[in-house]
């Protein structure tokens, strides 16, 4: 997601940031890039023009050229109008007004409306604890209704009852009197689409609208249309008038040229973006945190956020429990790659460490990328229960067999030993110092220096019950201690060049509740 602008316009903020003193031809020319560099990333154009208006217009003022860092200041300026561009705050799905509030979901066909249906289902379960009610109104492709009930029941939501033969707009009465018979606090209705916008689509969207009058009218469009994602929101506001947007693929959009100019050109907001395939792959929009992203600032508060939600409390506390005592097996190896995939892979977990969004080439060439994690997991499964408990079992004929059931070689299982070791040693020494070991005092001083206090497993930050306005916090200290600006590393983390851990060596750990190196770790000594 915003791979090829981030590149672009890092590298050309970068030339602005090391320099002592900016005439006002420095400032156009930079300006004349990252024009070309939106309108490459697919921006509307009228968007563009006006954003390089915008920054030219302050960027160019005294004040600026003769402060002390004026390259700080224009990349300042910079992202203030990203963010403006993007709608300034995160606005999300409005549920305030009497139950059951009805969702609409509208779209062209093959833009993920069902699957993005049930993403949002689940989301309202799971976070806000609503009973949901979701019902398919597509009466025209072939087993739609059947493929919404399937996802039900895969997330545990409730789903209308299919009847043969009735009109989406009986369906669409139908679905709101179940669910306020059902005592449903939200209901979804998944209205049809069509291959392009015509006339019996809008007729049908208008009628439907009208029998169940709801108060969230989202339009799903795919990123990777690009500018014609812009066209679609604005013909269907003009005909049936939506109050927000669901963009899918964004994981597949390198370019992101949508996402930035529907907010500026439709005027509506940009509520929830999807970003991969799995139920549980939906995130919310918020603008100031893409714009960080963008410009290679990271996003500390949405790492955090992505933590709590797929850290299990209870394994992380027995983990910590365990490395209090100084044990770390290849079982607990194994269970740190997963979560580490669960949050994004190390790509996406670097994607949201200041100053680390640059650092994908480089660890790609090093061989650490995701794929190394799932290598890595292969070998472990191949491994006797035995085995994983204590890999000084690990001799030359069991390494072979392992080595064949992985589809892997001895050196890359002697690698993994060699990582596990080393985490394993370090477990030992963290346990084994002070009052209730030097993993407690660490992840204690983490906590304090997050403000999120104690909690699980003897000084862990209990991350599934952090307030918003904690996180907001968390990232005003963060841009405080200097993480919030490009080019920023993260202190504590040794290894590879620009701070990158080490997965090679003794720099993971931090691994403790699922993700390393948040800032607060202390640096070896």
């Given at each position: 997601m915003?791979e090829?602008?981030?590149?672009?316009?890092?590298?050309?903020?970068?030339?602005?940031?090391?320099?002592?003193?900016l005439s006002?031809?420095d400032?156009?020319?930079a300006?004349?890039?990252?024009?070309?560099?939106?309108?490459?990333?697919?921006?509307a154009?009228d968007?563009?023009r006006?954003?390089?208006?915008r920054?030219?217009?302050?960027?160019?003022g005294?004040?600026?050229l003769?402060?002390?860092?004026?390259g700080?200041?224009?990349?300042?300026?910079?992202?203030?109008?990203?963010?403006?561009?993007?709608?300034?705050?995160?606005?999300g799905?409005?549920?305030?007004?009497?139950?059951?509030?009805?969702?609409?979901?509208?779209?062209l066909?093959?833009?993920?409306?069902?699957?993005?249906?049930?993403k949002?289902?689940?989301?309202?379960?799971?976070?806000?604890?609503?009973?949901?009610?979701?019902a398919?109104?597509?009466?025209r492709?072939?087993?739609a209704?059947?493929?919404l009930?399937?996802?039900?029941?895969q997330?545990?939501?409730d789903?209308?009852?299919?009847?043969?033969?009735?009109?989406?707009t009986?369906?669409?009465?139908?679905?709101?009197?179940?669910?306020?018979?059902?005592g449903h606090?939200?209901?979804?209705?998944?209205t049809?689409g069509?291959?392009h916008?015509?006339?019996p689509?809008?007729?049908?969207?208008?009628d439907?609208?009208?029998?169940?009058?709801?108060h969230?009218?989202?339009?799903?469009?795919?990123s990777?249309?690009?500018?014609?994602?812009?066209?679609?929101?604005?013909?269907?506001?003009?005909?049936v008038?939506i109050?927000?947007l669901?963009?899918t693929?964004?994981?597949?959009?390198?370019?992101g040229g949508?996402?930035?100019?529907?907010?500026?050109?439709?005027?509506?907001?940009?509520?929830?973006i999807?970003?991969g395939?799995?139920m549980?792959?939906?995130?919310?929009?918020?603008?100031r945190?893409?714009?960080?992203?963008?410009?290679?600032?990271g996003?500390i508060?949405?790492l955090?956020?992505?933590?709590?939600?797929?850290?299990?409390?209870?394994?992380?506390?027995?983990?910590?429990a365990?490395?209090?005592k100084?044990?770390?097996d290849?079982?607990?190896?194994?269970?740190?790659?997963?979560?580490?995939?669960k949050?994004?892979?190390?790509?996406?977990?670097m994607?949201?460490?200041?100053g680390?969004?640059g650092?994908?080439?480089?660890?790609?060439a090093?061989?650490?990328?995701d794929?190394?994690f799932?290598?890595?997991?292969?070998?472990?499964?191949?491994?006797?229960?035995?085995?994983?408990?204590?890999?000084?079992?690990?001799k030359?004929?069991?390494?072979?067999?392992?080595?064949?059931?992985s589809?892997?070689?001895?050196?890359a299982i002697?690698?993994l030993?060699k990582?596990h070791?080393?985490?394993?040693?370090?477990m030992?020494?963290m346990?084994?110092?002070?009052?209730?070991?030097?993993?407690?005092?660490m992840?204690?001083g983490?906590?304090?220096k997050?403000g999120?206090g104690?909690?699980?497993?003897?000084?862990?930050?209990?991350?599934?019950?952090?307030?918003?306005?904690q996180?907001?916090?968390?990232?005003k200290?963060?841009?405080?201690?200097?993480?919030g600006k490009?080019?920023?590393?993260m202190p504590g983390?040794?290894?590879?060049?620009?701070?990158?851990?080490?997965l090679?060596?003794?720099?993971?750990?931090?691994?403790?509740?699922?993700?390393?190196?948040l800032?607060?770790l202390?640096?070896k000594?």
């Open positions: 915003f090829n602008l981030q590149d672009r316009l890092g590298s050309i903020l970068n030339g602005l940031t090391g320099r002592g003193a006002e031809a400032v156009s020319a300006l004349r890039e990252v024009r070309r560099a939106l309108l490459e990333a697919d921006v154009l968007v563009v006006s954003f390089t208006d920054v030219r217009e302050k960027a160019v005294a004040e600026i003769k402060s002390i860092k004026p700080q200041m224009v990349v300042k300026i910079v992202h203030d109008e990203l963010v403006e561009m993007l709608g300034g705050e995160g606005v799905i409005d549920l305030h007004a009497p139950a059951p509030v009805v969702v609409m979901m509208v779209g066909q093959g833009s993920g409306k069902t699957t993005t249906t049930a949002i289902a689940n989301r309202l379960s799971t976070r806000d604890k609503k009973k949901v009610l979701m398919s109104l597509d009466t492709r072939p087993a209704q059947e493929q009930r399937q996802l039900g029941a997330t545990n939501i789903t209308l009852p299919i009847i043969a033969g009735q009109s989406p009986d369906i669409a009465a139908r679905a709101v009197q179940a669910a306020k018979l059902g606090d939200v209901v979804i209705l998944d049809a069509r291959t916008i015509d006339e689509l809008m007729v049908e969207m208008a439907i609208k009208k029998r169940s009058i709801p969230e009218i989202l339009l799903v469009a795919d990777l249309t690009g500018q014609d994602a812009v066209n679609l929101a604005r013909n269907f506001d003009e005909r008038g109050t927000g669901v963009l693929r964004m994981d597949g959009d390198g370019r949508a996402a930035l100019s529907m907010r500026a050109v439709t005027g509506k907001p940009i509520k929830l999807g970003v395939e799995k549980s792959e939906l995130e919310e929009f918020h603008p945190r893409i714009a960080d992203r963008i410009l290679g600032m996003d508060v949405s955090v956020e992505r933590a709590a939600e797929n850290i299990d409390a209870e394994k992380a506390a027995a983990m910590a365990k490395m209090a100084g044990k770390f290849l079982n607990d190896l194994a269970d740190q790659l997963r979560q580490m995939q949050m994004g892979g190390m790509g996406g977990i994607g949201m460490m200041p680390m969004a650092m994908k080439d480089k660890m790609a090093a061989g650490l990328d794929k190394l799932g290598r890595q997991i292969a070998i472990i499964q191949s491994m006797t229960k035995a085995e994983r408990a204590n890999p000084d079992l690990l030359h004929s069991r390494k072979k067999r392992i080595a064949a059931g589809g892997t070689d001895a050196a002697n690698k030993l990582m070791r080393q985490m394993a040693d370090m030992k020494m346990g084994g110092k002070g009052k209730g070991g030097m993993m407690k005092q992840m204690s983490l906590a304090g997050m999120l104690g909690g699980m497993g003897g000084g862990m930050p209990d991350l599934s019950n952090i307030d918003p306005k996180l907001e916090a968390l990232q200290q963060a841009e405080a201690a200097g993480l490009p080019g920023a590393g983390l040794g290894g590879l060049p620009g701070g990158l851990p080490s090679g060596g003794a720099k993971l750990p931090g691994l403790g509740g699922g993700f390393p190196g800032p607060g202390p640096k000594k």
